[in-house]
Every structure is written in C-alpha cells, then in structure tokens.
C-alpha cells in the first residue's frame, strides 16, 4: 500500500539556523508533494506544492525539494524563528480520484 | 479570504448518541474530506465526496456515515457515539485538480463519555 513517512518526530534548533525536514514515500510515485503547517490544536494549513519536474520550490524562508529517485522530499525553513515552531506535514496525491496521503508530521521547535 | 467552518470548536457526547458533525465551505469546491486526527497515528481519512450526493469510504469509515446533500455542506455522523470515537475531527475542501491543497477548518474536539 502506499506510505508516506516522516523521519524525526521532533526537530530542536536554535533560531537563525536552518529547520530541514524529511518526507520518504514508498509504493508509489507521486506526481505532486505538499507540505502543511499545523499549530496546536488547529487544523493544517497549506504552504506549497511541488511536481515531480519541478526539483526545487521556494517562498519566502521555505523551499521544498523532491527527489524521485530516492523518493524524497526536503523542506527547509532559512532563519528559523520561534513563530516557526508547530508541525510541519507532508502529503501526496494517491491515485484514487486524488485523495492525499499525510504522514504523521514532524514538530518543529524554534528556540530563541 | 477563504473559509472552511466546523460548526463546534468542543463538543461533548454521551456513549450511544447519534452525533452530528458539520462543516461548510465558501469556495464552491467539489471536494470534501472528514479526517480524524489522533496522537501518533496523524489524520485518518473517514470520508470523502466530490459531488453533492457522492461519498466514498476512506479507510476507517466503520461508525461513521456521510451526508452532502448540497455542494457546501458535508456532514459526519456518528451513528452511536462510542469512547473510542474521542478524537480531533477535521474537515477539508478542495477544487478539482491536482495542483490544489486542501483547505482545512478549524477542527472539532470531540469527547465521547
């Protein structure tokens, strides 16, 4: 079936320093990645999306990138701030009338 | 600005009542997804339709049932609350395609006793 996995849990950095976070998938070969944002007790929030042929995507602090030979996908946050502490999601788009799969998410945790 | 409401931010049931979960969205989307979300096994897809009417079955939709009876409007019902059924419900929407994201609400705390 196919999987998306999160590596860390949680992630611990001292601010200015670069948050990298990591996204493997198996059994499947996505056309598209997304990654979310999710503070405490709210519900994800949408921050980018990146194709198979794109290799690299920024805004701003973040870039996502997504390497389809090792299945993977990076998100960097650049000058990590503690307003950048919450959980960071990804997900892909299945085959199936293109619903997404979430990994379990990674918390992020900025500190001054 | 966009919009995807849950109709309650907390909400606490008795065991074997009949619950009701609602959500609505402003963005004539065509698709919308009920999800639950539980420490350590992260969102769980219950639920989702792509055209009022439709609804397709997730991967845990056992106690669970569906309800879109206009474009707007997906409803999650609870048939017979069940402890095992307290958990963070969050509902999405989105356009047809792929290069969207979902729009999530804001959730609702759901407490079974």
């Known amino acids: 079936s196919q999987k998306i996995e999160q590596n860390s849990e949680a992630l611990n950095i001292q601010e200015g320093k670069t948050a990298t976070l990591t996204c493997n998938y198996t059994?499947?070969?996505?056309?598209?990645l997304q990654w979310y944002r999710q503070d405490p007790g709210r519900g994800p929030v949408f921050l980018l999306l990146?194709?198979?042929?794109?290799k690299e995507k920024r805004k701003e602090r973040l870039k996502v990138t997504f390497d389809t030979t090792l299945k993977q996908s990076l998100f960097h946050i650049t000058a990590s701030q503690p307003a950048d502490s919450a959980t960071y999601l990804c997900?892909?788009?299945?085959?199936?009338?293109?619903?997404?799969?979430f990994g379990r998410g990674t918390q992020l945790t900025v500190w001054p | 600005d966009v919009k995807v409401t849950q109709s309650s931010r907390y909400l606490v049931k008795r065991t074997g009542e009949k619950v009701f979960l609602e959500c609505v969205q402003d963005?004539?989307?065509?698709?919308m997804f009920w999800y639950r979300q539980d420490p350590g096994l992260g969102l769980r897809l219950i639920y989702f339709?792509?055209?009022?009417?439709?609804?397709e079955k997730g991967d845990i939709p056992e106690g669970y049932s569906v309800s879109r009876e206009k474009k707007e409007r997906f409803s999650l019902i609870l048939e017979s609350a069940s402890t095992n059924q307290t958990s963070m419900y969050l509902c999405?929407?989105?356009?047809?395609?792929?290069?969207?994201?979902?729009?999530f609400g804001s959730g609702t705390r759901l407490t079974v006793v």
């Open positions: 997900a892909f788009r299945g085959s199936t009338l293109g619903r997404l799969y």
């Open positions: 059994n499947y070969s996505p056309a598209y």
């Open positions: 990146i194709r198979e042929n794109e």
């Open positions: 963005m004539d989307h065509e698709n």
């Open positions: 339709s792509y055209d009022v009417k439709m609804k």
């Open positions: 999405a929407s989105n356009p047809i395609g792929p290069l969207y994201g979902y729009t």
